[in-house]
C-alpha cells in the first residue's frame, strides 16, 4: 500500500530546535519533498532527499532514510514565523503522473 | 517573476451553477495539476496534465473536468457543482525536477 504517517501537531518555543518525523511505505519510491505551508496559503517547497543522509539549507534540514522508509526535517533557532503545516511527499518512481504521495501535514505551533 | 496564478481567489456559488477557475503558469513547466484539500484529508489530486492536450484523472476526479490546450494554462471546470465540492483548491506545476510550484489557492464555497 501507500501510506505516509507523520505527527498531527507539535509545539516548540522561539530560538528553540525542532523535528518533525515522516515515516512512507509507498512502492517505487524515489524521493521525499518537505513543503511548508501557512494557515490559507500555498505549500512552497523546503526540500528534496533522493538519497540517504542530511540536507542542510540554512536553518532548515531534511533526512532521509531509504531503507527505513524515515525523514525528518529538523528546524533551528525557531522564529514565530515557522508557525505553519509542515508536509512531506513521497515521489513515486517512473509512469506519466509526476505523482506526490501526501502526508496530512505537522502543524507546528512555535510560543514565545 | 516565476509564478502560477489563479482566479478567482474565492468564490460562493449555487449548487448546478457551472464555474471555471482558471490556472496559468509563466516557467513553460510541461506538468500540471490540480488539487483540493480538505481538513482531516491533506492534499488529494484531481487531475493532471502532462503536456498540452494530454490530461489524466487523479486520486478525485468525479465531478470535474479539465482541457490544456495551451502549454501555460489549465482550467478546472466544475459542470454541475455540488456541497461537497466545497474546498481549497490548488494548481501546480513543475518541471523535471519534480519540485511543484503552487498556486495562491482558490477558496470554493458552493451552496
Same mark, same amino acid.
Given at each position: 500500500?501507500?501510506?505516509?504517517?507523520?505527527?498531527?501537531?507539535?509545539?516548540?518555543?522561539?530560538?528553540?530546535?525542532?523535528?518533525?518525523?515522516?515515516?512512507?511505505?509507498?512502492?517505487?519510491?524515489?524521493?521525499?519533498?518537505?513543503?511548508?505551508?501557512?494557515?490559507?496559503?500555498?505549500?512552497?517547497?523546503?526540500?528534496?532527499?533522493?538519497?540517504?543522509?542530511?540536507?542542510?539549507?540554512?536553518?532548515?534540514?531534511?533526512?532521509?532514510?531509504?531503507?527505513?522508509?524515515?525523514?525528518?526535517?529538523?528546524?533551528?533557532?525557531?522564529?514565530?514565523?515557522?508557525?505553519?503545516?509542515?508536509?512531506?511527499?513521497?515521489?513515486?518512481?517512473?509512469?506519466?503522473?509526476?505523482?506526490?504521495?501526501?502526508?496530512?501535514?505537522?502543524?507546528?505551533?512555535?510560543?514565545? | 517573476?516565476?509564478?502560477?496564478?489563479?482566479?478567482?481567489?474565492?468564490?460562493?456559488?449555487?449548487?448546478?451553477?457551472?464555474?471555471?477557475?482558471?490556472?496559468?503558469?509563466?516557467?513553460?513547466?510541461?506538468?500540471? =495539476?490540480? $488539487?483540493?484539500?480538505?481538513?482531516?484529508?491533506?492534499?488529494?489530486?484531481? *487531475?493532471?496534465?502532462?503536456?498540452?492536450?494530454? /490530461?489524466?484523472?487523479?486520486?478525485?476526479?468525479?465531478?470535474?473536468?479539465?482541457?490544456?490546450?495551451?502549454?501555460?494554462?489549465?482550467?478546472?471546470?466544475?459542470?454541475?457543482?455540488?456541497?461537497?465540492?466545497? =474546498?481549497? $483548491?490548488?494548481?501546480?506545476?513543475?518541471?523535471?525536477?519534480?519540485?511543484? *510550484?503552487?498556486?495562491?489557492?482558490?477558496?470554493? /464555497?458552493?451552496?
Amino acid at each position: 500500500g501507500q501510506n505516509i504517517d507523520q505527527p498531527t501537531e507539535m509545539t516548540a518555543t522561539e530560538g528553540a530546535i525542532v523535528q518533525i518525523n515522516c515515516t512512507y511505505q509507498t512502492s517505487g519510491f524515489n524521493g521525499l519533498f518537505w513543503y511548508q505551508q501557512h494557515a490559507g496559503e500555498a505549500p512552497t517547497f523546503l526540500s528534496y532527499n533522493v538519497l540517504d543522509g542530511l540536507e542542510e539549507k540554512g536553518r532548515f534540514s531534511s533526512f532521509l532514510s531509504r531503507s527505513k522508509g524515515y525523514s525528518y526535517l529538523l528546524l533551528k533557532e525557531l522564529q514565530m514565523k515557522d508557525s505553519a503545516s509542515y508536509l512531506c511527499a513521497a515521489k513515486k518512481k517512473a509512469g506519466n503522473n509526476r505523482k506526490l504521495i501526501w502526508g496530512l501535514g505537522t502543524s507546528l505551533a512555535v510560543n514565545p | 517573476e516565476a509564478q502560477v496564478t489563479q482566479n478567482p481567489r474565492y468564490l460562493i456559488t449555487v449548487t448546478g451553477k457551472k464555474l471555471t477557475v482558471t490556472c496559468s503558469q509563466n516557467m513553460n513547466h510541461e506538468y500540471m =495539476s490540480w $488539487y483540493r484539500q480538505d481538513p482531516g484529508l491533506g492534499l488529494r489530486q484531481i *487531475y493532471y496534465s502532462m503536456n498540452v492536450e494530454v /490530461t489524466d484523472k487523479g486520486d478525485v476526479p468525479e465531478g470535474y473536468k479539465v482541457s490544456r490546450k495551451e502549454k501555460r494554462n489549465f482550467p478546472l471546470i466544475l459542470e454541475s457543482p455540488s456541497p461537497n465540492q466545497t =474546498s481549497l $483548491y490548488f494548481c501546480a506545476s513543475s518541471s523535471l525536477s519534480y519540485e511543484q *510550484y503552487f498556486g495562491p489557492g482558490t477558496r470554493l /464555497t458552493v451552496t
